[in-house]
Structure formats: C-alpha cells, structure tokens
T-cell receptor, first 115, second 113 residues
Framework: NAGVTQTPKFRVLKTGQSMTLLCAQD?????MYWYRQDPGMGLRLIHY???????AKGEVPDGYNVSRLKKQNFLLGLESAAPSQTSVYFC??????????????FGQGTRLTVV | DQQVKQNSPSLSVQEGRISILNCDYT??????FLWYKKYPAEGPTFLIS?????DKNEDGRFTVFLNKSAKHLSLHIVPSQPGDSAVYFC????????????FGSGTQLTVLP
C-alpha cells in the first residue's frame, strides 16, 4: 500500500520556469492538500480539494495553481517560479466521509529550489 | 500572526525520561488537535489527536493533554527512546476534521542515549 506518493522528490528551477508537482494517493480519499514547509514556519496550506473537479485556496495560494481531474491525483503548478517559492512541498490526503476526527496522511515531500 | 505556536524550537531529553512538548493556540474556534512526527527527508506522520470535548488522550507511551481555558496542549512521551528523536508538529482544526489544519512551527526532540 503506497499511501501518498509525490513526484519528483527534488527539483531545481530557474526563475521564471514552470513546473508541475504530482501527488497520487491510493486510499480513495476525498480530500487532498498541498502544503509548503519553510524554516521556522511549520506547514502552510497552499490549496486543497474536497473532491474530483473541485479546488479551493488555502493560506498561501498566490503563485500556484492546482487541478484535481481524477480523485486519486492532485497537481500543483508553478507557472513562473520565483526564489520565494524555494521550499519543501508536501501533499496530503484525508477521508472525511466515513467519520470525523480523521487525520491527514502525508507524502514524502518535494524539495524545490528556485535559483 | 501565528494561531498555533510551539515556542521551543528544540528539546533534549535523556533516554528513559519524560519528554514534554508544548503547544499554544489563540483561535478559540479550534476544536480538534493533532500531533505529527517528522523524520528528516520524510513526510509528517500522524501520532495522536484529541478533540475539545476531552482533556486527555493516551496511546501507549504518548499522552496528549488539552487545557482549553489556557488554550494550551502538551504531548508527553514516557519513557523517551532514541527513535523518538524527530520534529514534532502540533496542528489544530476548527471543524473537527483534517480539512484545514493550522500547524505550529515544530519542536526538534533529541533523545540522548
């Protein structure tokens, strides 16, 4: 059981380049999330999705776009990368239909450096 | 303005002793709290949670205490083991779910053999 898988694990981008981070989960979870982790700031929510075809903004959505075309996949796009987007990105998913008080399951992270 | 604060960036404890990690929050709407553990180069993994209707939740060596009046929660690890060395994140939710978690900045726990 793979859980939540992120691709790629590492990436270096030049300022202005674009890229897409892929997140896949095999737990049939409805909710999926993208977080970024920066030193001294914990994890901050970028965007999330409550189901296939739906997305919503989180705490720090600027400079990012997302898509959820399939239930198991959640894509995070950077159209024009900036050095301020250097961070570690985590995808997560959770199941909310079955019960309350559930936890989110995280992927292993993508370390992105923008130079 | 951080709504969830972990004021100790690091904590060192001797193996076998108790580790106490603290977390404070400011939003009185938070009603569900979680602790995650994170090893280097891995994603956070869920450890233990507590809802606002309780003041204590225990799972093996891990116990979380919630003091709603003080807006404070703590994670106790007894006895501490070297494998517990990791970054611990406190997270809070206002709707009883994992939908919009607000995380603290984390505490690096080091358990010394």
């Amino acid at each position: 059981n793979a859980g939540v898988t992120q691709t790629p694990k590492f990436r270096v981008l030049k300022t202005g380049q674009s890229m897409t981070l892929l997140c896949a989960q095999d737990m049939n979870h409805e909710y999926m999330y993208w977080y970024r982790q920066d030193p001294g700031m914990g994890l901050r929510l970028i965007h999330y999705s409550v189901g296939e075809g739906t997305t919503a903004k989180g705490e720090v959505p600027d400079g990012y776009n997302v898509s959820r075309l399939k239930k198991q996949n959640f894509l995070l796009g950077l159209e024009s990368a900036a050095p301020s987007q250097t961070s570690v990105y985590f995808c997560a998913s959770s199941n909310l239909r079955a019960r309350l008080h559930t936890e989110a399951f995280f992927g292993q992270g993508t370390r992105l450096t923008v130079v | 303005d951080q709504q969830v604060k972990q004021n100790s960036p690091s904590l060192s404890v001797q193996e076998g002793r108790i580790s106490i990690l603290n977390c404070d929050y400011t939003n009185s709407m938070f009603d569900y709290f979680l602790w995650y553990k994170k090893y280097p180069a891995e994603g956070p993994t869920f450890l233990i949670s507590i809802s606002s209707i309780k003041d204590k939740n225990e799972d093996g060596r891990f116990t979380v205490f919630l003091n709603k009046s003080a807006k404070h929660l703590s994670l106790h690890i007894v006895p501490s083991q070297p494998g517990d060395s990791a970054v611990y994140f406190c997270a809070a939710s206002a709707d009883g779910s994992a939908r919009q978690l607000t995380f603290g900045s984390g505490t690096q726990l080091t358990v010394l053999p």
